[in-house]
């Protein structure tokens, strides 16, 4: 791509672990120049006083949180802050014409009242929602092509959906017989300091939370059910474990067809992705390892069958600050604007 070419994009809650993704991948994709980082606790600030090891590549100034600076200089604007802020910009920013790629849950719900009974305050923008569209590509993939306004998936939902989606859309399980056992390495948790988020607390400790209530189980249950085409409800279970990155989750469920073998349910995964650059799925006797997708954008996802309980396992791995964050909207980017989808995304981790 020529410089001519090249789209101006903006970084709204730039500061964060997923804003800092996205300002590197975005340095280096081949259709972009990140022409402003924006942030209210952070505004004043040279980017690189925060991230110095980025220094050498970004020279530029987080900025107030402005609209019409916004939209003077932008054409597509990530919207990386904490849940329930970016419903008070999208409207604004959509209604200027910029396409929107928003990271928190604020536009991933098809009904506002359950994003409001799980998240709580007010909206006024059902407009603008009822225009989202949800950011998961191997899903959704045309819609986005065709999208303003994307509300992208987090790590969580993201691992646990690539996960079962073949089950459900094949009929494979029964629904409400799904568990969904999931953990995620500490960034997950940002950069805002936390004391479960201690290394002092955190290390050489394996802790779940969020248990029967964690706010990603109607996200994931929303997906499911439009999958299965009828309501379905899954068990769901975080846990924190003693790692930087990374997001592991295992999936249990009863086979409608207990006679299906493995085999089988490789052949059915591995079509379901055919066209799906950035999920890899595995081969016999092999599970995914976080470690793998540290560092790129894509899903190991790891398929058995256990004929003694008549239950198929998955098991999916992904980088929660990439495929569970910061790459999955640029994913999102490049085919809202009809780009190759893995353009300016990293598919080889650093390993070991």
Not at 199 to 205: N, R, T, V
Request: aromatic share 8%.
């Amino acid at each position: 791509m020529g410089d001519l070419e090249r789209l101006p994009v903006g970084i709204i809650g730039a500061s964060g672990y997923g804003g800092v993704q996205l300002v590197r991948l975005l340095m280096d994709h081949p259709g972009v120049d990140v022409v402003y980082l924006g942030g209210e606790s952070s505004a004043g600030k040279g980017f690189a006083e925060l991230y110095p090891h980025l220094g050498h590549r970004v020279n530029l100034t987080i900025e107030p949180i402005d609209i019409n600076t916004i939209v003077s200089r932008c054409q597509v604007v990530f919207l990386s802050l904490p849940n329930g802020l970016a419903h008070k910009l999208a409207p604004s920013l959509l209604s200027k014409g910029l396409k929107v790629l928003d990271l928190s849950a604020d536009y991933r719900f098809s009904k506002l009242e359950t994003y409001k009974s799980w998240y709580g305050g007010e909206r006024h923008d059902q407009e603008t929602a009822a225009t989202a569209v949800y950011g998961l590509p191997e899903l959704y993939r045309d819609r986005i092509s065709s999208a303003e306004l994307v509300g992208c998936p987090g790590c969580y939902v993201t691992t646990s959906l690539l996960a079962i989606a073949p089950l459900l859309k094949q009929g494979l399980i029964i629904p409400d017989t799904a568990i969904i056992d999931a953990k995620s390495g500490t960034s997950g948790g940002g950069r805002k300091a936390k004391t479960n988020l201690l290394l002092a607390e955190a290390d050489s400790s394996l802790a779940p939370y969020g248990v029967t209530h964690h706010r990603h189980t109607p996200e994931i249950e929303q997906i499911c059910s439009h999958l299965a085409s009828h309501e379905v409800r899954v068990q769901f279970t975080p846990h924190l474990v003693p790692m930087v990155r990374g997001i592991l989750a295992t999936v249990y469920a009863t086979l409608q067809d207990p006679g299906l073998v493995r085999e089988d349910l490789f052949t059915i995964y591995t079509a379901f992705y055919r066209a799906s650059p950035f999920v890899r799925v595995l081969p016999s006797g092999t599970y995914p390892q976080t470690k793998w997708a540290c560092g790129t954008n894509l899903c190991y996802i790891g398929v058995e069958v256990d004929s003694r309980t008549d239950r198929v396992i998955v098991m999916s791995a992904i980088d929660n600050l990439l495929k569970g964050q910061a790459g999955q909207a640029v994913q999102c980017l490049n085919l809202m604007m009809g780009w190759d989808e893995t353009l300016g995304l990293p598919q080889l981790s650093f390993y070991p």
